[in-house]
């Protein structure tokens, strides 16, 4: 059973247990592509939280953009992040907003390093 420490050490606690429980029917070398294919997409908490406070300065949406929320971002951006009320509750709620785009990349992840071995 691979290490998720040692594949993707940058994990959050929840998220690395959620990985782990993923790959665990993985062998070596389908984690070892996993990993370097989820680090190129997963979103970090800190980047989600700079787009969430980047919306107090005119140009909200953009955390919703980054988690591939695009109808979202769009209503975002033209009601000045649902009058700075939505962008205050993606202030809140950063960490769940990039758990659930971080979860949604591992599965298409795991799904294609499946399908190619």
Known sequence: MP???QLLPM???EEM???QGLIKDMNDNQAQQFANIYM????DTQTIL???VVGFLGIAGIQRFLTNQTGMGLLYLFTMG????GTIIDLV???TLTFDYNIQMAHQTAAL???VS
């Open 40 to 43: 190129n997409r997963r979103k």
């Open 3 to 5: 290490n998720v420490m």
């Open 113 to 115: 390093v499946r399908s």
């Open 11 to 13: 994990l959050e606690p």
């Open 82 to 85: 649902l009058c700075f009320i």
């Open 50 to 52: 700079i787009a969430a």
């Open 93 to 95: 709620n950063h960490r």
């Open 17 to 19: 247990t959620y990985i």
